[in-house]
């Protein structure tokens, strides 16, 4: 484990839809090893099974090249950095996996406990379902929305999957409060510090209890002690509650961060290896 990781607060993977819950109920004791966390799920020696499975990916833009062939398992719970230089594909890769953008060519399967998802299959209302549903996205900006307070912007990721807003807002509540902004619920996100809205972001992004969450350059807009703390928070929350987290960023700080950390070049993967996490 990164010797530089300091906090110790956790947060249960099922905080919705409880209504109301509380800092006490979300709150466990300390952090361990994401892939250990993972294997805990898998009691016997069996290896920790791939939550996303990418084959032979390609994808063009006009002339352009972004995927070419690419392979990649990401096993449930690790965190895993996606590195490489600027055009290499990572944002690419990480649309593929997440339904944003459908591959030109390869499959994408989400493996979970309700069954194997071929994504690539899937039409556009079908992936956007999946994204609602199983996956959460923090991206540098956050994408959140001005005119809403924090409370809002991560609660409505729970009603547009349904749930009334009082709920909705209950559960919003604590994740905000987990996540170190209690008393800021009301704030709109032009009040907020860039580290304090990435936080929300994080909360959106999980509220809705989505086991795989992807993170594009996620303290990218931050300073480097405030980057370090969104890391922590995102880190713990996710691996730290055995989800999967998947981060495309240019900072090897963030990367070493994680669990694991694959590069990308022209489109292809040319790294594979252990990041600080261990
Ligand atoms: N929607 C698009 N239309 C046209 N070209 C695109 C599009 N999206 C990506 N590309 C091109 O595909 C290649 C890979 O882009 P991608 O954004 O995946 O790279 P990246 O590694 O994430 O880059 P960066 O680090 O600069 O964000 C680049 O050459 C890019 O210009």
């Not at 892939?35 to 898998?42: E, G």
């Not at 509220?207 to 969104?230: H, K, Q």
């Not at 989800?243 to 040319?270: E, Y």
């Amino acid at each position: 484990m990164n010797s530089t990781r300091t906090g110790s607060t956790r947060y249960t993977p099922d905080a919705v839809p409880a209504p109301g819950p509380s800092a006490a109920r979300m709150t466990i004791p300390a952090p361990t090893d994401p892939a250990a966390s993972a294997r805990a799920q898998h009691p016997s020696s069996r290896p920790v099974p791939a939550i996303l499975s990418a084959r032979t990916l390609t994808k063009t833009y006009g002339s352009t090249t972004a995927l070419s062939g690419l392979t990649l398992d990401i096993r449930a719970g690790e965190s895993v950095a996606i590195m490489g230089t600027s055009g290499s594909g990572k944002t690419t890769l990480l649309h593929c996996l997440a339904g944003i953008v459908l591959p030109d060519s390869g499959r994408i399967t989400l493996n979970t406990a309700a069954g194997s998802t071929r994504i690539d299959s899937l039409n556009e209302s079908g992936r956007s379902r999946l994204r609602r549903e199983s996956f959460g996205f923090v991206f540098q900006q956050g994408l959140l929305i001005p005119e809403l307070t924090a409370l809002e912007n991560v609660a409505i990721a729970l009603m547009l999957n349904g749930l009334d807003r009082t709920t909705a807002e209950q559960a919003s509540a604590g994740w905000l409060q987990s996540l170190g902004l209690a008393g800021m619920e009301q704030r709109r996100i032009g009040e907020l510090s860039g580290g304090q809205a990435q936080r929300v972001a994080i909360a959106r992004a999980q509220v809705t209890g989505a086991g795989v969450i992807f993170a594009d350059e996620p303290t990218g807009a931050l300073d480097s002690a405030t980057s370090a703390e969104v890391m922590q928070v995102l880190l713990d929350s996710t691996t730290g509650a055995s989800k999967t987290l998947v981060v495309v960023t240019h900072d090897d700080t963030v990367a070493s961060r994680c669990a694991r950390v694959v590069s990308l070049q022209d489109g292809r993967l040319v790294g594979d290896s252990a990041g600080g996490a261990r």
